[in-house]
């Protein structure tokens, strides 16, 4: 954080050391979070980590049990939600059902007592936006639930206001129009410019949107970073588990030398990972995690295909299931542990000609993986364990 002060980087939403209880119930254990001006952020968690009262407190409707909130560099405790420079668009969207798509547009500008003139130009801009000019006197009975989302988020933008909320907005969408409406957000908050905060339990989602995001659990900030930070590098059994699908096993920190850290799994494999990320050290008992997809089979009487790789293993195909674009293959390595393997189907592969039991290769580069230091918080379900524990 102090490299991006010294770089001018200023903040539209700064969270400091917020707790809100409900009760005995704690919801939001000492967060910590600063969210950058004009960025498309995200907050992304199971149900119960606490992500939606994060966006409730910095909404204004509810207050920080300890803590305090800053919008704008402006300390908002005690301040309601209706002074803060803050909209917010719902799940239910929450649009009048009498009211035109025009009036619900215009409802927040009338009651600021805007002057007509200015009211009519602003809405006829937030309209456009969302390109719903040609359906302005329709009400929302009217309208399909992407076209009630985009009058939701005008009647939001028409305010101008510094930050927009959203609470997992694309919700009661269907799996093709929530892909499209992805986009389309993602689109327009470029162009408006206005800080985006984005509530979701949707990993897929919320990848695909943010500039950067923070994964949530129990009320604590697990992880801070960009989409391919969180992705390539968890650091934390709760974030490896919960993004993605990743082959996790129980190992130990045999050594560290020039950058490579050479891990010995509970099952006794050998395996060298890139430990330049890492603060570890012989001893240590770490969690090994591999992305599906960075694993990689070749045929036996193809050893070129794996000559660059730092790992590599005897490895027998004990299931395969083709899902279109790729092909899932369930491995045995060296009769010490099951892996799952992710591989695309090109036309050129010879991988479409394997079958069950067959004999192959499996490699991996050294940073290829990563090391989560809290492995015991992960339940032995969620490991990809030793064969004789799954076989």
Known sequence: MADEQQQGVTYDIEIENCTKRFGDFTAVKDMNLKIRQGEFFS??????????????MVAGFE?????????ANQPVSGVPSYRRPVNTVFQNYALFPHLSTWDNVCFGLRRSNVPEAEMKQRANEAIEMVDMGS?????PSQLSGGQQQRVALARALVNRPTVLLLDEPLGALDAKLRKAMQLELKKLQSEVGITFIYVTHDQEEALTMSDRLVVMSQGVCEQVGTPEDIYENPE???????IG????YRSDIVSVADGVADCRTDAGLGVKVAAGR???????????????????????DAPEDMEDRENVYDATIKAIVYIGSITQFIVEIEGKHLAQVLQQNLLHTERKTWT????????????????????????EK???????KRV
Not at 372 to 379: E, F, P, Q, R
């Open 382 to 388: 969620d490991l990809m364990g030793e064969v004789v």
């Open 278 to 300: 890492h603060d570890v050290k012989a001893g240590q008992k770490v969690g090994l995690v591999i992305r599906p997809e960075k694993l990689f089979l070749a045929s036996l």
């Open 356 to 379: 069950q039991e067959q004999k192959v290769k499996i490699g991996f580069w050294d940073d290829s993986c990563s090391l989560i230091t809290d492995i015991d918080k992960l339940a």
């Open 245 to 248: 699908v990743s082959n996790i």
């Open 63 to 71: 207050q920080p049990t300890e803590g305090e909130i800053f919008l």
């Open 236 to 242: 934390s059994a709760f974030v490896a588990n919960f």
């Open 43 to 56: 907050m992304l968690g199971p149900s119960g980590c606490g992500k939606t009262t994060t966006l409730r």
């Open 135 to 139: 359906m302005m006197q329709r009400k």
